[in-house]
T-cell receptor
Framework: GAVVSQHPSRVICKSGTSVKIECRSL??????MFWYRQFPKQSLMLMAT?????????EQGVEKDKFLINHASLTLSTLTVTSAHPEDSSFYICSAGDARYNEQFFGPGTRLTVL | AQKITQTQPGMFVQEKEAVTLDCTYD???????LFWYKQPSSGEMIFLIY??????QNATEGRYSLNFQKARKSANLVISASQLGDSAMYFC???????????????FGKGTTLSVSS
């Protein structure tokens, strides 16, 4: 199958700082990538759809100015959590589809802790 | 209304036994895909099995099979001969209108935590 990497795997930051998370498709090109958020023992909630070369599409209730998404190339999407607060602490996971396969491929996730 | 419903928050099974994890879905699309993913405590999402809405045969992948009942809109996962390593959270997911598969997000159920004991 296809491989999606995500970096960093874990980050701890102070309240008010910004954190950037990278999602890369390693062996395929991804016109579209997806960002999910997951709280402990809960489901994955789609935050936004990242489109290469255009603006991201955010799900209802997700603050665009808070969660900045940039998809500047066919293999890289970034999620920046701006002015992070403790309530932003969560597990963030990206995914992408490869037209050769039915399934979505997920990155290993980023665990964000805001102090 | 929820698109994907998993009614079992937790399931317990002994090693070598079979277990069925329930999933029902709601869609008005004729073309859709159904997925099961496993998420161990490490957080990675591991793809298990896929069923297309037009597939007449139930999907199987090793010890995993998907019991697809289209009229009832159910897509239960059956794990045969459970192993200790099967202990994890299991998510049922759907992709509607997969005409452009890579560009459509998955909708996830709330998940079922499976615990396998020796």
């Amino acid at each position: 199958g296809a491989v999606v990497s995500q970096h960093p795997s874990r980050v701890i930051c102070k309240s008010g700082t910004s954190v950037k998370i990278e999602c890369r498709s390693l062996d395929f090109q991804a016109t579209t990538m997806f960002w999910y958020r997951q709280f402990p023992k809960q489901s994955l909630m789609l935050m936004a759809t990242s489109n290469e070369g255009s603006k991201a599409t955010y799900e209802q209730g997700v603050e665009k100015d808070k969660f900045l998404i940039n998809h500047a190339s066919l293999t890289l999407s970034t999620l920046t959590v701006t002015s992070a607060h403790p309530e932003d602490s969560s597990f963030y996971i990206c995914s992408a589809g490869d037209a050769r396969y039915n399934e979505q491929f997920f990155g290993p996730g980023t665990r964000l802790t805001v102090l | 209304a929820q698109k994907i419903t998993q009614t079992q928050p937790g399931m317990f099974v002994q090693e070598k036994e079979a277990v069925t994890l329930d999933c029902t879905y709601d869609t008005s699309d004729q073309s859709y895909g159904l997925f099961w993913y496993k998420q161990p405590s490490s957080g990675e999402m591991i793809f298990l099995i896929y069923q297309g809405s037009y597939d007449e045969q139930n999907a199987t992948e090793g010890r995993y099979s998907l019991n697809f009942q289209k009229a009832r809109k159910s897509a239960n996962l059956v794990i045969s001969a459970s192993q200790l390593g099967d202990s994890a959270m299991y998510f049922c997911a759907m992709r509607e209108a997969p005409s452009h598969q890579a560009g459509t997000a998955l909708i996830f159920g709330k998940g079922t935590t499976l615990s396998v004991s020796s």
